[in-house]
């Protein structure tokens, strides 16, 4: 029997995952929580074999619960489930070691067979999203200043502007913009922040 534990903040979300692994003669759900710090309790105390967790979440989000669940119970296999699938939001749920991710408007049998795949040691990682993470593998990462500096470009700040935001200096700045730009592989700042946004590095939310 496969003991699977739901992390999800929509609870609609929750009880129909709920009402499919239950219908399997394979499954059993072994609980249900509503956000990230829920999921770490429960995982101690339960010991699911899988957890299928949500990739953004109101607190700290999936990928920091995942990095926090592992961290304690190394071997814990997690499958993300999302609607959601930037290169960026991929690599980064992969890389905190999840076995799988799948998006939530998968077809039930492919949800099914991507728990059961996970729990006996497989990985499954669709191929469009495959290749996303491929990708976004071959690039180098941002540094967290980059990141933040990018966060400042997108509002439309001026390198004097962010330079005093971030109490640095304007060439520093600039040096990290040429940075990010060359990183990303981006023609001029307005380019940078588009494909930022498409891979997933800048939300408008």
């Known amino acids: 029997m496969i003991r699977v534990l739901i992390?999800?903040?929509?609870?609609?979300?929750?009880?129909?995952?709920?009402t499919l692994i239950q219908s399997q003669t394979d499954m059993e759900v072994a609980g249900d929580v509503g956000n990230s710090q829920e999921a770490l309790r429960a995982a101690e105390s339960?010991?699911?074999?899988?957890i299928v967790m949500d990739l953004r979440m109101p607190d700290c989000g999936g990928v920091e619960a995942a990095k926090r669940i592992r961290s304690i119970l190394p071997?814990?296999?997690v499958l993300f489930l999302s609607s959601f699938c930037s290169e960026e939001e991929v690599y980064q749920a992969l890389q905190a070691g999840a076995r799988?991710?799948?998006?939530?408007?998968?077809?039930?049998?492919?949800?099914?067979?991507?728990?059961?795949?996970?729990?006996?040691?497989?990985t499954w990682i669709p191929p469009g999203l495959a290749a996303l993470y491929a990708d976004r593998v071959q690039r180098p990462a941002l540094t967290q200043r980059e990141k933040e500096i990018l966060h400042c470009v997108f509002r439309g700040l001026t390198?004097?502007?962010?330079?005093?935001?971030?109490?640095?200096?304007?060439?520093?700045?600039?040096?990290?913009?040429?940075?990010?730009?060359?990183?990303?592989d981006a023609k001029d700042r307005t380019h940078a922040t588009h494909l930022a946004l498409v891979r997933g590095l800048l939300s408008v939310d």
């Open 100 to 122: 799988g991710y799948i998006l939530k408007d998968a077809a039930s049998e492919d949800l099914l067979a991507a728990v059961r795949r996970v729990h006996a040691g497989g």
């Open 75 to 77: 071997a814990m296999r």
């Open 159 to 184: 390198n004097k502007e962010i330079a005093y935001e971030l109490s640095v200096a304007e060439n520093t700045v600039k040096n990290h913009i040429n940075n990010l730009m060359c990183k990303l």
């Open 46 to 50: 339960l010991r699911p074999d899988v």
């Open 7 to 18: 992390v999800d903040d929509h609870i609609v979300v929750r009880l129909g995952l709920r």
